[in-house]
Every structure is written in C-alpha cells, then in structure tokens.
C-alpha cells in the first residue's frame, strides 16, 4: 500500500500523535529513523513500519510505502530518513533491585539521556511523576537512542511511591549541602535514587523521605552539573 495523501485519515492520525494528548488517546506513538524503529522492533513495541516508497527496507511487520510529501509531513527531523514506526505503548511492571527516581525532569533531552544511562548501569526500574517530559515524545526518544524501549519506566506519585518502598530498599537523593560524598555511599544490591529538576532539584517532601543524602564533589569554579551529567556519574558510581 503507498500513502500519498496528507489528507489521508491514518496519516492524519499519525501526525496527531507528535503532541502528547494523543499519544495518550490513541496508546500509540511515533519514532523515525532506522536506528530507533529496529530497537522497538527487537523489543516488541513496533506494531507496523513505514517507509520510502520503491524502498527495499523491510522487517517482519506490517509495512506500507509513504510519498515524500508524506514524509516531511511527518517527519521532525531537518534531513528526514523517511523511515517511521508505529509503536505501542506497553504497561510496565516494576522490577525491584535498583532504581531511579525522577522528579520533574522536564528537558526532553535530559530525560531521554538520563534514561539511556539507566540502562547502561544497570537500572531495573525508572520511576517518573506528571512532572517529568513525556516519555514517548520524539526528543525524549531520541535522545535515549532507542534504550527507552530497553528500560521499565513507570509513571507514579512519588512520596506514596518512595513511602512504600523505603521497607525494602535504602532510599537516597541528592543535596548539594549535608550529604556524604558519593564516593563515600556503600555499594547496594537494591537501593532508590532520587534526582531532582533542572531549576530546584529534589523536592522537600521527598528530601524528608530519604534515608541518606549524596553530592558529587566539584571544584569552586562550577557551581552544579547539568542532570543528565549529574545522574549518569553517580549511576556510573553506584554500580
């Protein structure tokens, strides 16, 4: 089948979903590029592909051919590769060990980075609140490099959530001032990370929650690190 019409309902649909209210109706979202669209094919996520018309690209997946009309219609990128995915969103179930805790990280890019590091160190769940960027949308997707469809990230209120688990796991976050270095922090089976926002970081009600407090030693010269750093060095040191 070729799509040659912006005009065309699916497609229509399809373009609705780069804002996230239809992500949300639809349980379905949008990735491009080659790259992405395998890592959610190798994970399950992809539910049909498209692609370039007379294109010989193919997965084992329901496929249709796009016009080029078509593609810059969709597309979010300056240099389109004109290959697309159509992914289902999936309930994710809480794997208990390691986890990270955002609180209202809101650069697309920050989060979509963050998580790729949970991923590279060994992160069994990432919990996110309404606070944070939406998971599914292109930047934070792509920021990610695709791990988002490696990771178990959950959406959830976050003092009820940190309150329930502080029985079964040691509950740290971050604080700039009267924590320990983290060089310092004992190596933990199963432990939860609190990171905070770009602007005020961790918030007050679950700074009260947490067992123990860690900060990252700097020089004079730099007053903090940008979150994504932030979270991938003690990611890195926690593992």
Same mark, same amino acid.
């Given at each position: 089948?070729l799509?040659?019409?912006?005009n ?36 399950g996520?992809?539910k049909?592909l ?7 690209y ?11 009309s078509?593609?810059?219609?969709l ?23 390691k986890?990270l805790?955002? #609180?209202?990280?809101? #650069?697309?890019g ?12 060994n ?5 996110v609140? #309404?606070?944070?960027?939406?998971i599914?949308s292109?930047?934070?997707?792509r ?17 009820e ?12 976050a ?28 961790v918030?007050?009600?679950?700074l ?10 700097m020089? #004079? ?19």
């Open positions: 089948m799509y040659s019409s912006i065309n309902e699916k497609i229509k649909t399809l373009n609705l979903l780069k804002q996230k209210k239809y992500r949300d109706k639809e349980k379905l979202f949008l990735v491009e590029g080659r790259h992405l669209v395998e890592e959610a094919y190798k994970n996520y992809l049909e498209l692609i370039p018309e007379n294109s010989n193919s997965l084992d997946v329901p496929t249709a051919e796009i016009s080029n078509i593609i810059r219609y597309t979010d990128l300056e240099s389109p590769t004109g290959i697309f995915g159509i992914c289902e969103k999936k309930e994710m179930n809480l794997k208990e060990g986890i805790i955002l #609180d209202g990280v809101q #650069d697309p920050n989060l979509g980075t963050i998580i790729r590091s949970g991923v590279a160190f992160i069994d769940t990432i919990v609140n #309404d606070k944070c960027a939406d599914y292109s930047k934070v997707i920021a990610s490099q695709g791990m988002i469809f490696s990771a178990s990230i959950i959406k959830k209120d976050l003092k959530f940190v309150t329930n688990i502080k029985n079964t796991h040691k509950v740290l971050t604080k700039v001032d009267g924590g320990k270095k983290l060089k310092d922090i004992e190596k933990l089976e199963k432990f939860a990370i609190i990171m905070g926002s770009e602007g005020s970081g918030s007050k009600e679950l009260d929650l947490a067992d123990e407090y860690l900060y990252i030693p020089n #004079d010269k730099c007053e903090s690190l940008n979150v994504a750093v932030a979270s991938s060095i003690i990611l890195y040191e926690l593992s």
